[in-house]
């Protein structure tokens, strides 16, 4: 049975920092922040219209419906889409840090987009759930519940450190039947990534008590040994979980 309790040291730290460096850039010029840490303060200032402002009204999104409209999510898709090189420093730390870790696998599964996420202070990163049992465990979920393949590993790499209530909180292993509040909570440098059993491992978020934003990318792996081509559709993009739509292969 799979942990979810995987960290991991950056080996090339230079090239990995040249990949963050490049999203880093655009958020600076754009809004006008020093470092990604502090990007919650735009909420305060002029830097936002005030449609982009609305998002923020609510503490907490809804789980699935409006939890990724924040204007920070969006405008990282802008610029995946526009900028090549996001795609070619992504594609590189996977070959780079990651496929080391499956010596007898040829080539990986890996999704073609990976996702953003903006923990500011006094906000949740993920939306409710009806299901949650409580205003401070938000949106408990597992991946599988969604149509994810059994197979997929999670990956997470932060921009900014993972700490406290900034960050999730996972079971150690699947069928744990831990209290929510005995999960892991995860605690991540800037040198280290998490690989992660997240497809059958419930996880959450709690409203971020820090004074930073948590900025940070995950995306999902399958070893190719183990791909099997399937029907369903991501919830988030309708995508089919195949090559070709949500997956690329590398």
């Known amino acids: 049975m799979y942990k979810c309790n995987k960290i991991h040291t950056i080996s090339n730290i230079s090239e990995i920092m040249n990949f963050k460096n490049v999203i880093t850039s655009y958020y600076k010029k ?14 305060k200032n002029n830097i ?10 609510n503490k907490v999104a809804l789980f699935g419906k409006t939890d990724r409209k924040s204007c920070f999510v969006k405008y990282f898709y802008e610029i995946f889409d ?35 996420r903006f923990h500011l202070p006094g906000y949740s990163n993920i939306g409710s759930r009806e299901t949650d049992i409580s205003k401070n465990i938000i949106g408990v979920h597992y991946d599988g519940e969604f149509g994810h393949p059994e197979s997929e590993l999670n990956f997470i790499l932060p921009l900014t450190e993972m700490y406290e209530t900034n960050s999730i909180y996972y079971e150690p292993t699947v069928n744990s039947n ?9 605690k991540l440098k800037k040198d280290q990534f998490f690989q992660g059993y ?18 940070s990318f995950d995306f999902r792996i399958i070893p190719f040994s183990k791909y099997k081509n399937t029907d369903k559709l991501s919830a988030t993009n309708k995508t089919k979980f195949i090559l070709g739509e949500y997956y690329m292969l590398i």
């Open 30 to 43: 754009k809004y006008n922040i020093d470092k990604l840490e502090n990007i919650h303060l735009t909420l």
């Open 198 to 215: 997240l497809n059958k491992c419930f996880h959450y978020n709690k409203i971020n008590k820090t004074d930073i934003t948590r900025v």
């Open 178 to 186: 831990l209290n929510y509040n005995s999960y892991n909570n995860l």
């Open 48 to 57: 936002l219209t005030e449609e982009e402002k609305l998002f923020y009204k």
């Open 82 to 116: 526009t900028d090549y090189n996001i795609l070619y420093q992504y594609i590189n730390f996977i070959k780079n840090e990651i496929k080391p870790l499956f010596p007898n696998e040829k080539h990986l599964i890996i999704q073609k987009t990976p996702n953003i």
